[in-house]
């Protein structure tokens, strides 16, 4: 079966940065495009980045450009993002997604607290 275990958060400074990953299970990780989501505190989960199969990657918003990275390694099956200068309201938990035969599938989500 499909599996996303998500990694990689914690406590990070403002300006900072930090490296969350993923690894994938159960499904033919190279031929799909992997997403990452967060969901702030009170707020809806929002498309932070996605990435295709080939690496060619996306931020959602123009707030997320230059800060956000995302990158995979289809030989181990991961994929991660890159987060640079970090702002408070970045604090969020992040998961990653996949949608494969039209089931969407989260990780369990890395928590990410930006604070000085």
């Known amino acids: 079966q499909v599996q996303l275990v998500d990694s990689g958060g914690g406590l990070v400074q403002p300006g900072g940065s930090l490296r969350l990953s993923c690894t994938a299970t159960?499904?033919?990780?190279?031929?799909?495009?992997m997403n990452w989501y967060r969901q702030a505190p009170g707020k809806d989960r929002e498309l932070v980045a996605a990435i295709t199969s080939g690496g060619g990657f996306t931020n959602d918003a123009d707030s997320m450009m230059g800060r956000f990275t995302t990158s995979r390694d289809n030989a181990k099956s991961m994929v991660y993002l890159q987060v640079n200068s970090p702002k408070p309201e970045d604090t969020a938990v992040y998961y990653c997604?996949?949608?494969?035969?039209?089931?969407?599938?989260w990780g369990q989500g890395s928590q990410v607290t930006v604070s000085s």
């Open positions: 997604n996949v949608k494969f035969r039209a089931l969407n599938y």
């Open positions: 159960g499904f033919p990780f190279l031929n799909y495009l």
